[in-house]
Every structure is written in structure tokens, then in C-alpha cells.
């Protein structure tokens, strides 16, 4: 009985293939699989092996050996040429005569078959020893026509009415087993063999001196590495040669080999990419173990198609799919590294690592199924030669199964971020600030700060000092630093080449703070709760302070009535004012954000890039400010860099005789309504621009 597969998905596939499978079978359509008893037994009245003109010997074990075997076979070519052509032989198999040798012959079987493989539609006609005869004795041996199955298991028996071959006689005297048969060489059936006696034909034979009985009771085992072999035959000349049999160590080599890539190298690389990723150097394990899966995947495919092209079986037509599947993986993984360092491919990088993601998953899944159907060819359940790799499969299978389902709950529910924006345009009351009869309206998200990584104490003892002028220089110098939540200065660079998030995005905000991307931003997915592009025109004389300068302007300020946090911000109106925000640079903003919902990991991850921590500079503006409270609350530094979306070019003057093209190019901040105080409005005389 074939074992349950616990994975849904394989079950439709694996009937569907064991289903076309048998229908491409050489069965013929009467015959079927039910358990047969092995028939009566055939007359004992043999001819005389003086009457063949020609013989071969199959084997023949060193004279040494005790037990030792050996297997013949005698034949003609009778009525040559006309419609009653037959192939006439016996099959002779020797062995020790004493029965009480322990090699003596027990429920032995032999017999030989017409082509190439026993599981590649092959023909077969076997002589049983149904048991133990008395020498000379009543019955005991049968004998059949049978068919290959396309694994190795025994050969099922053809119940008739059509055959090509008729037993003769057999017989079981001094240790020898002796059957004869007439085969038709040109049988009116379409599910027999032709011979051509005058040209070469492929032939299979095999014996099993001491067989146990099989999965429907017959003593017909298999006939293990030795007792088997290949020749081709001239059968009319009288010559047959040996022919190198197809390779089943090849096959053993490939399906080791495949079991590898696909239940070690391949999840291992899916587990790295899917659950990895806060841990330094998780893509080139990804990269490296997928590489090297495809390359000896590749070389195991090689390896069979120089020992056996069989395409009609399930197991090739699948197999040829995976790996055409392998190769587009391998092209998508090509496009998914791409996206970290390429602008134009970072476009559809939404789409390439979705694609990507379920693609592999796929693959793993029909990689399984088509580990199983190998290992049933050639280890079937229903005759398994090694019981313990059907353990072993099913044990990789849980072990695996039970490594992602468990992995992905845990990261699920313990790892995922669960932080949620409100999502639409709120009116609220400011005067939780003190001014209760001001109202504004803004996009309201969950403020995630406290979950930015703090210093841990080694590093905060010896952890580095930065003001903005000092950070811009060591940028300069080639260091890729950045600033979360206005403090601390983190060394990313360190995670340059293993950011999920792309390197681009790392290069884009290099000597900036990204407390808005990172913690506050990040905290919800931006596509959802960012304004939206069809939203109405915007009242230019809004402020939108954030949760930060809000209480950082009510502790500056040390009052709960009187003057509001709200009205103290009026004197920045001059630096916060800005033009009508249009549908399509809001459009722009939100696609330059390039904000993303990072896990638990990612932020713990961020704590050990820690290298140090801005402190005031000496300008007078910043001699009230501490950034230990209140991150964020000092005013703008003339050194710090600014972030911009390019919404809008339109040339002005184009570059004729010679002259530079003019262009007028419309900026707008990332995020407007975040501005702090001192920060302007606009461009000044002096300042750097970097285009990107």
C-alpha cells in the first residue's frame, strides 16, 4: 500500500501521474494487478539440450565460490522465414544438488526478457519453482509471460487469453532447474514484442536461486546486483554478446544527489532568504546554496540523460519541468539582487520578489513529489529493497514541514509587526496642547519610536561623537553613516551588501536622519496611510508637527495653559510655508519614501550598527538643546542634508548652438509637514545638491 503523502498539495499530482502512467503502460487490457496465485504446473517432459544448435551462458560463479550458480540457455530458430517463425529454448539454472546446501534452490525463479530495461517496457518470460519438488517428482514448477512495471518491482504477470510464448515443459532433478519455451517471433498482438531473428535484438535475463515471496504472494523477488544482466542477440546467427546493461548505479548516484538539492540545499537557501534576513551574510548563503543547488542539479540531470532517456515515464516528464522551473528561479533570483543596486530594476522590484518568493515555493513543493516518484522507481513501496529511505523521505518531509510552519507562526506572532496606522484624514482636537480651539486635520499613524534599539552599554561607553559638520566630513571621507531617530549614528556600511531593503535605498540616505523612514514612517505600511494622490489641494498655511516636536515644544515651553505648543509654532510659519502640494507630487513624495514595515529583528539588528551619537555643535541656537530627552527637538543644523522628491522638470531653454539646455525642476520635501525649527523653505546660497 502506497503511504499518505501529509503535504494536500501532492496528492491530485501524484495520481494523476500514477494514473497516466498506467494508462501508457504495456499491460495488456485484459491483464490487471489483482493478487494471482501462481498457476499449475507444466508438463515435465523436456527435449534434449543435444537437439539446440546454438548456446550462451549468462553466469557462471568462480568454481571457488560455494554456493556457486550457473544459468544457460539453449535455442533454435524454427520455420525460418515463414508466419509460424518461433524462438525455441531452455532456460537452465544450476545449482548445489544437496538440499540441504544452504545455496541449494528454493522457490527459485529465472527467465529472460525482450529489451532494454526491466522498467522500460520490457517482456518477460519466467520460470517459477512454486516450491520444493521431489527430484523427478509431480509439478512444482510454473511458468509465465509477464510485463514490466516503470519501477523496479516485480513484473506483472499477463493472465491471458493472448500470449506469445507457450511453456513446454520443465522440471527440477539434481539441483537443476530446467524450463523450455516456444515463443512466437511475430505475435498477432499489439502488446507483445517482434523478433527479428535475422537482425540484432536487445535481451534482459535474471535469476533468484532462493526468492521469498512478494506483495501479492508469488515467489518472484528480486534478483539483486549480480543475478542479472544485458545482451544483444543475432538469433538466426546463433551469436550473443553482452551488452553493458543500463546503469542502476547512475540512477542510485542521481536520485542521492537530487535528494540532496532538493531537501538540504534548496530549504536551507528558502529558510536563509525567508527568516534569515537580520543576520550578516544571509544572501550569500542564499546566493551561494542556490547556486550550487542548480549547478548539481544541472550535473545530475546530465548524469541520467547519458544513462537513460526515458520521457514518457512521469517521473522525466516532471523532472524536465523543475528543472526548466530551476532555471527560471535562477533568472528571477538574477533580477531579485538586481533590485539592491539598480534603479531600473527596482521599479518592478515589488513584483520580482513576490514572483520570486512564490516560485520557490513552488518548486519545493514539486521538487518533493518528484523525489518521491524517484524513490518509488527505484526503491518501491511495494517491494522497497532498503525500507529505511521510505523512513528517511518522510522524515525530511516532517522535519521540514514542521521547520517552516513553526518558524513562520512564531515570526507571525511573535516577530511581525503589528503596529497600525488610522489610514484616513482625521480631525482632531488640539487642545490636548492647550489651544482647544484649534483644530487641524492630518494623516494620523501609530508612533513606533519606542521600539528603535537603544545603545547597548558597551557601545554607549565607547561609542563615537558626531555634530552634523563633523558627519558630513566622515560621509565625505567614505564612511556610509546615518542618523535614527536624531541621535544615534549608525555604521551602514556594516550592512551594505545584506540589506533586504536594497543598497540603493541605504545610498539614498546616507548622511541624513531617517527617523521618519525607519521609526516613524516604517510603523505602518506607507502605501496605505500616506496621503493619497487624489486627495484635495492643501491649505498652504498648515503645520503638521510631529508626536515629537509636539512634546518637545510643551516641555520647551513648561506650560500647560496660556500659550500653546500650536501658537508658540507660529513664528515658524515663515519656514513651513510651501505651495499648493499637487496630486502628482504627492504621487512622487510617496514613491521616493521608499518606506518599508520593518520586523522586530530588523530593528534589534539595527542596535549592534550602532557607532555613535550626535551631540549640539557649538552654534549658539543649539546651547538649550540636549537631543537626550527629546530626540529630534533641536533646531535645523546648516549641515544637515535634506531630503527631496523631484516632482516636476520642464526645460525652459534648450541647448542650441552649443549652449546647456535649461531646466526648470520642482522639489518638494519628503515629508513637509515635519519641518523643524530653523530648517528653510527653500534652497540657499551655498548649499550642496546631490542629484540622485
Known sequence: ??????????????????????????????????????????????????????????????????????????????????????????????????????????NAWMGIGFGTSMVRNAEFNVCHMAGLPIDGGPGGIAAHEHFSQPKYAPPTQNLGPNFAAMAIGGNYTNGQLMCTFSRKTHPNTTFHATLNAKSLTDMIWAFNPRSNLNYRGEPFTYHGTYHRGAITAALAEGVMTFRVPVSVTNKIIHGAGMTFVWFVLFPVSVFYARYMKSTSGWIAVHITTQVSGTIAAMSFLVLILMTVVYLDQPH???????????LIQLTFGVFNALRLSNEAVARVAGAVRVTHNLFGASLLVLGTAQVYLGLDTLNPTVEPQIAGLWGLYWGLVGFWAIVFIATEAYFYLRIRRKDRGVGKVTTISTGTFGDTSSKGKYVSAVQVVDAMPAAPNAIEKGRRSFT??????????????????????????????????????????????????????AGFDAAEFTPRPSMPPQDPNRAHPTTFHRRSMNKSIGSSEGVAPIGHMSILDGARRMPTLSANDWKRIIKSRRTHVHTRLAIEKLATLVIGSLVPSDSPRDSTCTLEEVPGACPFDPYEFRRYAITEKTLVASGIGGAYPVWRIRFCSLYPFDARNGEPNGFLPGESVQLQ
Open 316 to 326: 522525466a516528464q516532471l523532472g524536465i519541468f523543475i528543472i526548466g522551473g530551476v
Open 468 to 521: 552634523w559638520k563633523s558627519l558630513h566630513e566622515a560621509i565625505a571621507a567614505g564612511e556610509l553613516l546615518v542618523v535614527g531617530n536624531g541621535k544615534f549614528v549608525y555604521d551602514m556600511g556594516r550592512w551594505i551588501k545584506s540589506h533586504p531593503g536594497r543598497q540603493i535605498i541605504l545610498h539614498a540616505v546616507a548622511g541624513t536622519d531617517i527617523s521618519n523612514d525607519y521609526f516613524h514612517e
Open 1 to 106: 500500500m502506497y503511504p499518505t503523502i501529509p503535504l494536500v498539495v501532492l496528492l491530485p499530482l501524484l495520481l494523476f501521474l500514477n494514473l497516466a502512467n498506467a494508462s501508457n503502460s504495456l499491460l495488456p487490457d485484459h491483464a490487471h494487478l489483482d493478487l494471482v496465485a501462481i498457476g499449475g504446473p507444466i508438463p515435465q517432459t523436456l527435449p534434449s539440450l543435444n537437439s539446440y544448435a546454438w548456446s550462451h551462458q549468462f553466469f557462471a560463479d568462480d568454481l571457488s565460490l560455494d554456493p556457486g550458480y550457473v544459468f544457460r540457455i539453449y535455442w533454435n530458430v524454427s520455420n525460418p522465414g515463414t508466419a509460424d517463425e518461433s524462438f525455441d529454448y531452455s532456460l537452465v539454472l544450476t545449482a548445489p544438488a544437496d538440499r540441504s546446501d544452504p545455496g541449494a534452490l528454493q
